[in-house]
């Protein structure tokens, strides 16, 4: 199963993006999806990431209230819809599936759970 992420843009501050992460070939098999960023300069973060066993989601402390991460099994898709979006939260994201690892809480924030990524997308927001 491949993963592409898309929906990334230019915003003002204040702003909205919802960006998505469709899932291309076999059945959706991933145990759970997670969305990660890195700034230039930066390393790659943590974002935001659901288990798809029991729809916990897990978020950032930087992105609680502003980002919301959903899913459509029909559509093999997970949307990450932001508002409020600051330019610090400027960075290529990255979408990624843990398709062999499940994934406990304590580490749903790893990338090393995730075993299937994505080619980022740019969101830039300036103030």
């Known amino acids: 199963v491949q993963l592409q992420a898309s929906g990334g843009g230019s915003v003002q501050a204040g702003g909205s993006l919802r960006l998505s992460c469709a899932a291309s070939?076999?059945?959706?098999?991933?145990?759970?999806v997670g969305w990660f960023r890195q700034a230039p300069g930066k390393e790659r973060e943590f974002v935001v990431a659901i288990r798809w066993s029991d729809r916990s989601t897990y978020y950032a402390d930087s992105v609680k209230g502003r980002f919301t991460i959903s899913r459509d099994n029909a559509k093999k898709t997970v949307f990450l819809q932001m508002i409020g979006l600051k330019p610090e939260d400027t960075a290529v994201y990255y979408c990624?599936?843990?398709?062999?690892?499940?994934?406990?809480?304590?580490?749903?924030?790893?990338?090393?759970?995730?075993?299937?990524w994505g080619q980022g997308t740019q969101v830039t927001v300036s103030s």
């Open positions: 990624a599936g843990a398709q062999i690892r499940r994934p406990i809480a304590s580490t749903m924030s790893w990338q090393s759970t995730y075993d299937a």
């Open positions: 070939g076999r059945a959706f098999s991933n145990n759970a």
